[in-house]
């Protein structure tokens, strides 16, 4: 720096001198102070000086960058997709090599504490050497990193996404050879709604994140497992002889206690597997195709299922039959049937109010199959409550005709219905509203819908006992209710399942359930009907084992509005 001036010099030269020094300090100043590494090195590639930014992005002292050059092999420098980068390649040394402007080049360098990420520029300067300017984007590209990282990973449990399962599932699709098989498994937690209900939310995430970690364990390691959502897991593999074995393992390995606390919870999973050639695979239609399997598995109550062309057109009918169910329910072209019910001595003493489907297209839709798919859709509070409100429209329409249905009327309700307390009491306000008493009608739950909830369905039905309600446990003798759940529910009615009715006479082991549920209802104050009575020698036998009520097309076959009302002026 210039600090005494010649005596002999002119006033020019004075404003010559004392621009320069401004000037030279000002860039001295910049030099110093700038965020960015700036190196300088001479012709030999030796370099001659470094800031304050350089010393401290690369971790050394003025003194370690003097000794060395650009082209040391001491520096430890990695390219942008992490691979060795030679010093020749360095933007230093090809800027003073071949005497141009290189810019921009991301590389990654390795110092006593860690990696450092850099963006490198160079440019030959014109005395000679080289000038080397570098800013530090470790942060940048940590940053960037995470923002990917999330991007392709499960927040809770830390596996991979859908996203990244189905960037992976392309991917495998492209590398597998043309004529070998592309595999995908569709995991799913069987009833992992109640772990959620039962136990709260952050148990059942904490199952969710046992359950990530079990799966991926026993994956092998060219397998790809990521959480599809919920709680659903996929994964994606080659299609191996030993592919169901592997299915198994999954299985075995979740169904192993689960520990949270104090509680011990016990999960199962079910399993769908679709696997097609590497020429074929189209990664969104064979993970639908497997998850169509798992769906079959839970609805057959099977572990696993394998995929095949049958599936795929029951979907289509079922996807196709629920938007036409759904337009039936609002548009109120649902029907109603009437079958009578009477005692043992064959004296009418109720109804059991059916609902019946005949769409257009699919012709007469059976409730065996139309009933699960409005649960499955959703669709089921909408169908009762359709079904509640016809059955009240037409008990008015009779009272104002002045014909009077003694006895009540029996309606079914799904488990779905009873979690949802809202329906339950537009059920009771529509009743209340009409003026017909909630003494008229009897609410039938399945023995297995009770199951599924038990504790939840005791205390909804004695609700609906106070309201007036009479309660009846439909197709009893399948569910395997405890006879604890029996004796806290105190239900009016037992209705014995028509699988064991329509067997009792050629089958002692029938004989002998239907004979126990009766002893069990009487030990219990309730009252049985049998359903699917067929024959009189069945009718005869349930009447001497103590049934209290019958029910079947030996005395009445389920009979439209216009049918019952005639049957009832017959009486």
């Not at 990420?117 to 940048?140: F, Q, R």
């Not at 006879?483 to 067997?503: C, G, P, Q, V, W």
């Not at 020698?537 to 029910?551: I, N």
């Amino acid at each position: 720096m210039v600090t005494d001036f010649p005596k002999t010099a002119t006033a020019y030269q004075l404003a010559d001198i004392h621009f320069l020094r401004a000037h030279y300090e000002r860039w001295q100043t910049i030099y110093e102070l700038a965020p960015v590494g700036v190196s300088i090195a001479d012709e030999a590639g030796q370099i001659i000086d470094a800031n304050p930014a350089a010393e401290r992005i690369l971790r050394l002292s003025k003194d370690q960058h003097l000794s060395a050059t650009i082209h040391d092999s001491q520096w430890e420098i990695l390219d942008a997709l992490g691979q060795h980068l030679q010093p020749e390649h360095y933007a230093s040394a090809i800027a003073l090599r071949e005497q141009r402007v290189v810019e921009n080049q991301i590389m990654q360098v390795r110092h006593r504490q860690g990696m450092a990420w850099l963006t490198v520029s160079a440019a030959p300067l014109p005395t000679g050497g080289v000038i080397i300017v570098y800013a530090d984007i470790t942060e940048v590209k940590e940053q960037a990193q995470r923002i990917a990282y999330l991007s392709a990973h499960d927040q809770l449990t830390g596996i991979a996404n859908r996203t990244a399962f189905f960037g992976q599932l392309e991917q495998r699709i492209v590398a597998t050879a043309k004529n070998e098989q592309v595999a995908v498994l569709v995991l799913d937690i069987d009833g992992f709604k109640e772990f959620n209900e039962s136990a709260g939310h952050e148990t059942g995430d904490k199952i969710l994140q046992e359950v990530a970690k079990r799966i991926a364990s026993a994956a092998p390691p060219a397998s790809f497992v990521a959480r599809i959502g919920g709680d659903e897991f996929a994964v994606t593999c080659s299609f191996k002889s030993d592919i169901h074995a592997r299915i198994i393992t999954y299985i075995k390995v979740v169904t192993q206690p689960i520990r949270i606390g104090r509680a011990e919870f016990h999960v199962h999973l079910k399993a769908g597997l679709a696997h097609t050639k590497a020429s074929e695979a189209n990664a969104d239609k064979l993970w639908r195709q497997a998850d169509l399997a798992m769906h079959e598995a839970k609805a057959k109550r099977q572990s696993f299922a394998v995929f095949h062309q049958e599936m795929s057109e029951r979907y289509v009918r079922r996807f196709e039959m629920s938007e036409r169910l759904q337009r039936a329910i609002s548009l109120g072209e649902l029907e109603l049937h009437y079958q009578p019910q009477f005692d043992a001595d064959r004296n009418y003493c109720g109804v059991e109010v059916l609902c019946r489907w005949y769409d257009d297209i699919f012709g007469q839709v059976s409730p065996c199959e139309f009933i699960p798919l409005a649960e499955e859709r959703g669709l089921i509070g909408a169908l009762t409550e359709a079904v509640v409100e016809k059955l009240l429209q037409q008990m008015i329409a009779w009272r104002d005709q002045g014909l009077h249905i003694p006895h009540r009327f029996a309606i079914n309700l799904s488990v779905q219905d009873l979690e949802r307390p809202q329906l339950l009491q537009w059920i009771k306000q529509k009743v209340a509203v009409t003026g017909l008493g909630a003494e008229r009608f009897e609410l039938e739950i399945t023995e297995t819908a009770l199951m599924q909830n038990p504790e939840q369905a005791i205390d909804t039905c004695r609700e609906l006992q106070e309201l007036g309600f009479r309660i009846a446990i439909d197709d009893f003798g399948v569910g395997h209710s405890s006879l604890n759940y029996l004796k806290k529910m105190r239900a009016d009615l037992l209705k014995i399942d028509m699988s064991f009715t329509r067997e009792m006479l050629n089958n002692p082991s029938d004989h002998a359930i239907v004979k126990t549920i009766i002893a069990t209802a009487d030990i219990f104050g309730m009252e049985t009907l049998a359903e699917g009575v067929e024959s009189e020698a069945q009718a005869a036998e349930l009447k001497r084992l103590g049934c209290h009520y019958l029910q079947g097309y030996l005395l009445a076959k389920p009979m439209p509005a216009s049918e019952f009302t005639a049957f009832i002026r017959a009486l």
